[in-house]
Nanobody, 120 residues
Framework: QVQLVESGGGLVQPGGSLRLSCAAS????????MGWYRQAPGKQRELVAL???????NYADSVKGRFTISRDNAKNTVYLHMNSLKPEDTAVYYC??????????????WGQGTQVTVSS
């Protein structure tokens, strides 16, 4: 059984910072892609940032220059450093992982989500 355990969400004022963490636990052979999506009330889930094995990253245009994704492969953990937060960043943030969790089988998993609220 694979679990993605998220932490770090909360309430922050506009212009503030937060760091989200997501650790994959259980059977992990390799993780190809690890990253974050978000879903605001009444909106579809959208990509925030992805970290791809080998070092490349992918960001939504709305967060470029403000958010940074990083990864600790030894700990199967991905981080999202969020700076200059705006009210429109308010959403539930979901961790995502794509990789080999059973030998020879490529699968993806989602975390349960962590709430980020940006408000004064």
């Amino acid at each position: 059984q694979v679990q993605l355990v998220e932490s770090g969400g909360g309430l922050v004022q506009p212009g503030g910072s937060l760091r989200l963490s997501c650790a994959a636990s259980g059977s992990v052979f390799s993780i190809n892609i690890m990253g974050w999506y978000r879903q605001a009330p009444g909106k579809q889930r959208e990509l925030v940032a992805l970290s791809i094995q080998g070092g490349s990253t992918n960001y939504a245009d709305s967060v470029k220059g403000r958010f940074t994704i990083s990864r600790d492969n030894a700990k199967n953990t991905v981080y999202l450093h969020m700076n200059s937060l705006k009210p429109e960043d308010t959403a539930v943030y979901y961790c995502y992982a794509d990789g080999e969790f059973r030998m020879g089988v490529r699968e993806d998993y989602w975390g349960q989500g962590t709430q980020v609220t940006v408000s004064s």
